[in-house]
């Protein structure tokens, strides 16, 4: 874990661009390859003393074809064949943070006719997964050098990959030219007693406190989007020091069956929410928390995992009205080199994290977060830019989580007991399920009569005692007092109708002998929720 620093910075727009309508590449209708059977982990190697060393793992998988049309499963160097990427993430201190390495991902290379999750209605030989039927790599295969290639090799929102001049092209060690890149396929050695395994640093695993899960995700040329969310799941694993070696104890039963979709789904307490750039990129998938500090301050937890985005991301943008203090902002990523850890910047309406060389690239998990002394507002969207130019939208949103739902404006007037008359909100965030948000004032004169303006838009009609802040249409003013401390509130009553919009609202109160007898708040945008 990290803290970063905040740069307060001029105001910065950031908007998703829509991107001209286009259809997803390459689709094979009727293709589907699910990944049916998490199977067990295989611990392989385990290097330097512990608790400071690093292991590395394999699974075992069983992808199934419920789709309607026979899938390609020929060996490299034909491209045409499926991708297995795999990852272990940990769920401590309220955050799930992904806690392997980016591995190298299995090449799918020949096809079983079994009949684990249907009955095989089309067997193969081999070079191609039929309709109905199964296929089983057990750990010991998903840890096969020969198969073992680099993610960044593969396009996971096509299924494509060039096999001229790639690892398998080159080998390991590499060969001399011109057999590096003639297509051929070299012999590959691992690099060293860890191998291109997934592998996990002991500190990351020594936690008896934390809950830790795997995943696997299957990348198929190819297939639609709407048939990709069974392609990936994960179940969770119990690791434990037997000092010598890593045991990762994979109960069976129910009570540790394979949940499909993003492992995300596993963060106790989050939400997870979704968003593709369009039809011309992958999925990144959001999940997001909130708790209540205690003191006036609401922490904010985001992980985003990117299953097949290309292109990956750059920046990270979430709301923050003006006014919101920000405080203890932190990023986790998949590696140990802190020079290349994001940076955040809060800008006039937003705190953005953004990236020189460390894009968020499929098969990753990153997480942000930070503290602010303002409640949690769903009305937000959050901003993913993407990194390497290509086909769509240079970014696209997602609804999130963010502080606020409220932003102040104008200038509040400091009256005859010289405190400023200032506007803020109180009992939660301004939804339609929460009974109690309500607009409050503080500073004001006390023990005095006040009337709240509720009003459509923002207005500046200036009077000899101060400006009114609110303007119609839908004017209305609501009578209430100051308690000895000069502060007001009123409860909100939100109905479905008023989801999307924004009111604005000020405080006026009475003050004898200050400006006119008034003493006016400055105003408060509210944007309703749902």
């Not at 694993?237 to 104890?249: K, L, R, S």
């Not at 503290?371 to 993913?384: E, G, R, V």
């Not at 509130?489 to 109905?495: A, M, Y």
């Not at 989801?499 to 105003?523: C, E, I, M, W």
């Given at each position: 874990?990290?803290?970063?620093?905040?740069?307060?910075?001029?105001?910065?727009?950031?908007?998703?661009?829509?991107?001209?309508?286009?259809a997803?590449?390459?689709?094979?209708?009727?293709?589907?390859?699910?990944?049916?059977?998490?199977?067990?982990?295989?611990?392989?190697?385990?290097?330097?003393?512990?608790?400071?060393?690093?292991?590395?793992?394999?699974?075992?998988?069983?992808?199934?074809?419920?789709?309607?049309?026979?899938?390609?499963?020929?060996?490299?160097?034909?491209?045409?064949?499926?991708?297995?990427?795999?990852?272990?993430?940990?769920?401590?201190?309220?955050?799930?943070?992904?806690?392997?390495?980016?591995?190298?991902l299995?090449?799918?290379?020949?096809?079983?006719?079994?009949?684990?999750?249907?009955?095989?209605?089309?067997p193969s030989?081999?070079?191609?997964?039929?309709?109905?039927?199964?296929?089983?790599?057990?750990?010991?295969?998903?840890a096969?050098?020969?198969?073992?290639?680099?993610?960044?090799?593969?396009?996971?929102?096509?299924?494509?990959?060039?096999?001229?001049?790639?690892?398998?092209?080159?080998?390991?060690?590499?060969?001399?030219?011109?057999?590096?890149?003639?297509?051929?396929?070299?012999?590959?050695?691992?690099?060293?007693?860890?191998?291109?395994?997934?592998?996990?640093?002991?500190?990351?695993?020594?936690?008896?406190?934390?809950?830790f899960?795997?995943?696997?995700?299957?990348?198929?040329?190819?297939?639609?989007?709407?048939?990709?969310?069974?392609?990936?799941g994960?179940?969770?694993?119990?690791?434990?020091?037997?000092?010598?070696?890593?045991?990762?104890?994979?109960?069976?039963?129910?009570?540790?069956?394979?949940?499909?979709?993003?492992?995300?789904?596993?963060?106790?307490?989050?939400?997870?929410?979704?968003?593709?750039?369009?039809?011309?990129?992958?999925?990144?998938?959001?999940?997001?928390?909130?708790?209540?500090?205690?003191?006036?301050?609401?922490?904010?937890?985001?992980?985003?995992?990117?299953?097949?985005?290309?292109?990956?991301?750059?920046?990270?943008?979430?709301?923050?009205?003006?006014?919101?203090?920000?405080?203890?902002?932190?990023?986790?990523?998949?590696?140990?080199?802190?020079?290349?850890?994001?940076?955040?910047?809060?800008?006039?309406?937003?705190?953005?994290?953004?990236?020189?060389?460390?894009?968020?690239?499929?098969n990753?998990?990153?997480?942000?977060?930070?503290?602010?002394?303002?409640?949690?507002?769903?009305?937000?969207?959050?901003?993913?830019?993407?990194?390497?130019p290509?086909?769509?939208?240079?970014?696209?949103?997602?609804?999130?989580?963010?502080?606020?739902?409220?932003?102040?404006y104008?200038?509040?007037?400091?009256?005859?007991?010289?405190?400023?008359?200032?506007?803020?909100?109180?009992?939660?965030?301004?939804?339609?399920?929460?009974?109690?948000?309500?607009?409050?004032?503080?500073?004001?004169?006390?023990?005095?009569?006040?009337?709240m303006?509720e009003?459509?838009?923002?207005?500046?009609?200036?009077?000899?005692?101060?400006?009114?802040?609110?303007?119609?249409?839908?004017?209305?003013?609501?009578?209430?007092?100051?308690?000895?401390l000069?502060?007001?509130?009123?409860?909100?009553?939100?109905?479905?109708?008023?989801?999307?919009?924004?009111?604005?609202?000020?405080?006026?109160?009475?003050?004898?002998?200050?400006?006119?007898?008034?003493?006016?708040?400055?105003?408060?945008?509210?944007?309703?929720?749902?």
């Open positions: 874990m990290r803290r970063l620093s905040l740069r307060l910075l001029v105001p910065l727009g950031i908007a998703a661009t829509a991107g001209v309508a286009s997803q590449p390459n689709v094979i209708p009727g293709t589907d390859v699910e990944l049916g059977i998490l199977g067990g982990i295989a611990v392989h190697a385990h290097t330097g003393a512990f608790p400071s060393g690093e292991m590395s793992l394999s699974m075992s998988t069983t992808s199934c074809n419920p789709g309607s049309v026979n899938v390609p499963w020929l060996a490299p160097m034909n491209p045409n064949h499926p991708f297995i990427a795999f990852m272990v993430v940990r769920e401590t201190g309220g955050r799930l943070e992904q806690i392997s390495d980016r591995s190298f299995k090449h799918g290379f020949f096809a079983l006719s079994n009949s684990q999750c249907t009955p095989c209605q089309n030989n081999g070079t191609f997964l039929g309709v109905g039927c199964s296929d089983t790599y057990t750990a010991s295969t998903n096969n050098h020969d198969y073992l290639g680099p993610a960044d090799e593969i396009d996971p929102w096509t299924g494509a990959w060039d096999p001229v001049c790639s690892y398998f092209d080159q080998g390991f060690p590499p060969v001399n030219p011109p057999n590096d890149c003639n297509g051929i396929k070299s012999p590959i050695s691992p690099p060293d007693a860890l191998g291109r395994l997934v592998r996990i640093h002991d500190f990351d695993l020594d936690s008896p406190s934390s809950s899960y795997y995943q696997a995700h299957y990348v198929v040329v190819g297939e639609p989007e709407a048939n990709r969310e069974n392609n990936l994960s179940r969770r694993v119990f690791p434990n020091w037997n000092g010598n070696q890593w045991e990762m104890a994979v109960p069976g039963g129910g009570g540790n069956a394979l949940i499909q979709g993003t492992v995300l789904r596993r963060w106790t307490g989050a939400t997870v929410v979704s968003a593709t750039n369009g039809d011309d990129d992958g999925r990144v998938y959001v999940g997001y928390r909130t708790s209540d500090n205690g003191n006036g301050t609401y922490r904010y937890e985001y992980a985003l995992h990117n299953r097949d985005n290309f292109r990956g991301i750059k920046s990270f943008s979430v709301p923050v009205p003006a006014g919101v203090t920000l405080s203890n902002v932190g990023f986790h990523d998949v590696d140990q080199d802190s020079q290349n850890d994001w940076t955040s910047n809060q800008t006039a309406a937003a705190l953005v994290f953004t990236t020189v060389g460390n894009p968020l690239r499929w990753t998990i990153y997480n942000f977060w930070f503290d602010a002394d303002a409640p949690p507002s769903s009305c937000a969207q959050a901003t993913l830019e993407q990194f390497d290509g086909p769509g939208a240079p970014s696209f949103s997602i609804d999130v989580v963010s502080p606020g739902g409220a932003s102040s104008g200038t509040p007037e400091i009256g005859s007991t010289g405190t400023a008359a200032v506007m803020g909100t109180a009992g939660g965030a301004p939804g339609v399920g929460n009974p109690n948000f309500a607009v409050t004032v503080s500073g004001a004169k006390p023990n005095s009569f006040t009337f303006l009003g459509d838009n923002v207005g500046n009609n200036v009077q000899p005692w101060g400006t009114i802040l609110v303007a119609g249409p839908n004017f209305f003013r609501t009578i209430t007092t100051t308690n000895g000069g502060e007001a509130s009123v409860v909100i009553p939100i109905v479905p109708a008023m989801v999307g919009t924004t009111k604005r609202y000020q405080y006026v109160t009475r003050d004898p002998g200050f400006g006119g007898n008034l003493q006016a708040s400055d105003g408060l945008e509210v944007t309703f929720c749902p």
